[in-house]
C-alpha cells in the first residue's frame, strides 16, 4: 500500500535530548501537515508544506520545534531539547492539493513519543 | 471555550445499537466538517465529509450538520464491534488547510 508512512513508530528518549521524527508523504501529493496528538489535548495542528511556498508554521509550539521537507517530498520534524511535555504521538498528514472542498487529508500511523 | 467540543466519552453500547456522536463549534466561518475514525495505535481515516447544513448518509453512517445550531452529529446504526474505535469531528474554514479537531469520542460496541 503507498500511504503515508513514519518512523520509527515508537521513539523513547531523555530530557534534554534532540530528536528526529520522518514522514514519507503519498507520491504525488504536493501538501505535506504535521499535527502532535496528546492525552485531553486532542489533535493539534503543528506546521503545514505546500509545494515550493514556505511553511506555515503558526502552529509550532516553540522555537525548539522546527521542520523541513526535502525535495518536495519526504518531511522531518526536529526536537530539541525535548522536555516531558513534549510527549505525544506525532502524526503527519498528506493531501493532492492544500486547500478547497477535495482536501482530504490522509494520515500515517503515527510516531509515538515518550520523554524520559 | 475550544472552538470545538466534544464529549470524549467513553461510550459503550450493545451491538446492534444506534450510536449518536456529537460536536459543537463557536466559529460560524467553519464550512467544511468531517468525521474521522481513530483505532487504536493507528492514524484517522476520513469516514464522512459534509459541506453545510444537511445531511449525508454512507451505508451505516449518516452525518449530520445544522449551522444554524453549530451542531454535528454522526449516527451509526446497527453498530459492530469493529466500529469501536475513537471518532473525531474535524472542520475547515473556507479555503484554510488547518483541520481543527475535537478531543475525540471513545467507542466501544459490545459482541
Known amino acids: 500500500g503507498a500511504g503515508v508512512s513514519q518512523s520509527p513508530s515508537n521513539k523513547v528518549t531523555e530530557k534534554g535530548k534532540d530528536v528526529e521524527l520522518r514522514c514519507d508523504p503519498i507520491s504525488g501529493h504536493t501538501a505535506l501537515y504535521w499535527y502532535r496528538q496528546s492525552l485531553g489535548q486532542g489533535l493539534e495542528f503543528l506546521i503545514y508544506f505546500q509545494g515550493n511556498s514556505a511553511p506555515d508554521k503558526s502552529g509550532l509550539p516553540s522555537d525548539r520545534f522546527s521542520a523541513e521537507r526535502t525535495g518536495g517530498s519526504v518531511s522531518t520534524l526536529t526536537i530539541q531539547r525535548t522536555q516531558q511535555e513534549d510527549s505525544a504521538v506525532y502524526l503527519c498528514a498528506s493531501s493532492l492539493a492544500g486547500s478547497g472542498s477535495a482536501n482530504e487529508q490522509f494520515f500515517g500511523p503515527g510516531t509515538r513519543l515518550t520523554v524520559l | 471555550q475550544k472552538e470545538v467540543e466534544q464529549d470524549p466519552g467513553p461510550l459503550s453500547v450493545p451491538e446492534g445499537a444506534i450510536v449518536s456522536l456529537n460536536c459543537t463549534y463557536s466559529n460560524s466561518a467553519f464550512q467544511y466538517f468531517m468525521w474521522y475514525r481513530q483505532y487504536s495505535r493507528k492514524g484517522p481515516e476520513l469516514l464522512m465529509y459534509?459541506?453545510?447544513?444537511g445531511n449525508k448518509e454512507d451505508g451505516r453512517f449518516t452525518a449530520q450538520v445544522d449551522k444554524s445550531s453549530k451542531y454535528i452529529s454522526l449516527f451509526i446504526r446497527d453498530s459492530q464491534p469493529s466500529d469501536s474505535a475513537t471518532y473525531l469531528c474535524?472542520?475547515?474554514?473556507?479555503?484554510?488547510?488547518?483541520?481543527?479537531f475535537g478531543k475525540g469520542t471513545l467507542l466501544t460496541v459490545n459482541p
Open positions: 459534509t459541506y453545510s447544513s
Open positions: 474535524a472542520m475547515l474554514k473556507g479555503s484554510n488547510y488547518k483541520l481543527t
